[in-house]
């Protein structure tokens, strides 16, 4: 059973570009949710997308954006990089939240190098 | 203003001993709780849960404690081995948010041989 899949597992980019990381959510799982984790924090909350449709936000600026696939996987785009944006990038699935299952499964996550 | 806190950084345990690792929160909207393990260069793990109706949950080595009225829970591990040496993570959820889960800084725990 394929757990939660990140790509690419690093990039570096240039401040001022546009990034965009992927995501397999674990097979069965329809729900898929970023996070940022800077260095020495905990995970932080980005979006959660659900049926294709962005269902909740944190408190992150417009720059970030998302998509999800009929196949349930997903993409964060970053535009206008700073350098303040290099973090790990984590994505977890779960399912949808009418089965009433909190727990998210998260990939490896995708680190991202701003210079 | 950190709705979540895991106060103690680091924690040394010898193996073989219980670790502790402690969680305080804010918000008393949160309903649900889960502890994850983090290895470097690998995403969180999940490790356990706890619904806000109770106030222990266990499974094997791991056991999770919840005190509402203090807004603390804790996460006990007996006995500790080498390779539970990793950052446990504490995170929250109101089932309202559909999902958001707001996590602590984390604790790095280090068992002994």
């Known amino acids: 059973d394929a757990g939660v899949t990140q790509s690419p597992t690093h990039l570096i980019k240039t401040r001022g570009q546009q990034v965009t990381l992927r995501c397999s959510p674990k097979s069965g799982h329809d729900t898929v949710s970023w996070y940022q984790q800077a260095l020495g924090q905990g995970p932080q909350f980005i979006f959660q997308?659900?049926?294709?449709?962005?269902?909740q936000r944190g408190n992150f600026p417009d720059r970030f954006s998302g998509h999800q696939f009929p196949n349930y996987s997903s993409e964060l785009n970053v535009n206008a990089l700073l350098l303040g944006d290099s973090a790990l990038y984590l994505c977890?699935?779960?399912?949808?939240?009418?089965?009433?299952?909190?727990?998210?499964?998260f990939g490896p996550g995708t680190r991202l190098t701003v210079t | 203003d950190q709705q979540v806190k895991q106060n103690s950084p680091s924690l040394s345990v010898q193996e073989g001993r219980i670790s502790i690792l402690n969680c305080d929160y804010t918000n008393s909207m949160f309903d649900y709780f889960l502890w994850y393990k983090k290895y470097p260069a690998e995403g969180p793990t999940f490790l356990i849960s706890?619904?806000?109706?109770?106030d222990k949950n266990e499974d094997g080595r791991f056991t999770v404690f919840l005190n509402k009225s203090a807004k603390h829970l804790s996460l006990h591990i007996v006995p500790s081995q080498p390779g539970d040496s990793a950052v446990y993570f504490c995170?929250?959820?109101?089932?309202?948010?559909?999902?958001?889960?707001?996590f602590g800084k984390g604790t790095k725990l280090s068992v002994k041989p």
């Open positions: 706890i619904s806000s109706i109770k």
């Open positions: 977890a699935s779960s399912l949808g939240q009418s089965l009433g299952s909190y727990e998210q499964y």
């Open positions: 997308y659900y049926e294709e449709e962005e269902r």
């Open positions: 995170a929250a959820s109101d089932g309202g948010s559909q999902g958001n889960l707001i």
